[in-house]
T-cell receptor, first 114, second 115 residues
Framework: DAGVIQSPRHEVTEMGQEVTLRCKPI?????LFWYRQTMMRGLELLIYFNNNVPIDDSGMPEDRFSAKMPNASFSTLKIQPSEPRDSAVYFC????????????FGAGTRLSVL | GESVGLHLPTLSVQEGDNSIINCAYSNSASDYFIWYKQESGKGPQFIIDIRSNMDKRQGQRVTVLLNKTVKHLSLQIAATQPGDSAVYFCAENIGPGGSNYQLIWGAGTKLIIKP
């Protein structure tokens, strides 16, 4: 099993630019999570999808952030426009039905907004 | 004012010794607990879990202890190896049978294994 695959691993962009982060969950997993990790705030849940439907987006910081899951094998997290305070490591995780808390994380995307 | 980041508690252990990482949780309604390990440059990785109707669970070289009376969780790692160096997070879940997706994450403890 390839695990959760995220791309890109690193992204450096300038303030105001659009950033798109991508995630391929583990095949057969029907729950998908986007997290943000910073030294200041630790690990924060941004959004949770179940069966491709957004269930809880209360962690999305503001309207500049949006996430989609067009099918069971792909999700995106978009920031438009990006700001320096968005700099963080963004993780995608997936889990099986009935074991939502055993989440399998990707390697993350380290985003730097200059 | 100047912003400061989270200061991770750090535990240094000699290779081969046992280590104990502690975690205090806040919600007495939490009924499911998980330990994750995060190595540098990687995402968190599931280690072991425990339900509130248990007070101990063992895995390979790891043991989790749960004390609901004082809302305390610990992770014991036996015979530590260099590969155990990582940040360890405890997480709690509130919900019947742990089915709720929302995890409440601790700040983490950094474990350093000295050669």
């Amino acid at each position: 099993d390839a695990g959760v695959i995220q791309s890109p691993r690193h992204e450096v962009t300038e303030m105001g630019q659009e950033v798109t982060l991508r995630c391929k969950p583990i095949s057969g997993h029907n729950s998908l999570f986007w997290y943000r990790q910073t030294m200041m705030r630790g690990l924060e849940l941004l959004i949770y999808f179940n069966n491709n439907v957004p269930i809880d987006d209360s962690g999305m910081p503001e309207d500049r952030f949006s996430a989609k899951m067009p099918n069971a094998s792909f999700s995106t997290l978009k920031i438009q426009p990006s700001e320096p305070r968005d700099s963080a490591v963004y993780f995608c995780a997936s889990s099986r039905q009935g074991a939502k808390n055993i989440q399998y994380f990707g390697a993350g995307t380290r985003l730097s907004v200059l | 004012g100047e912003s400061v980041g989270l200061h991770l508690p750090t535990l240094s252990v000699q290779e081969g010794d046992n280590s104990i990482i502690n975690c205090a949780y806040s919600n007495s309604a939490s009924d499911y607990f998980i330990w994750y390990k995060q190595e540098s440059g990687k995402g968190p990785q599931f280690i072991i879990d425990i339900r509130s109707n248990m007070d101990k669970r063992q895995g390979q070289r790891v043991t989790v202890l749960l004390n609901k009376t004082v809302k305390h969780l610990s992770l014991q790692i036996a015979a530590t190896q260099p590969g155990d160096s990582a940040v360890y997070f405890c997480a709690e879940n509130i919900g019947p049978g742990g089915s709720n997706y929302q995890l409440i994450w601790g700040a983490g403890t950094k474990l350093i294994i000295k050669p």
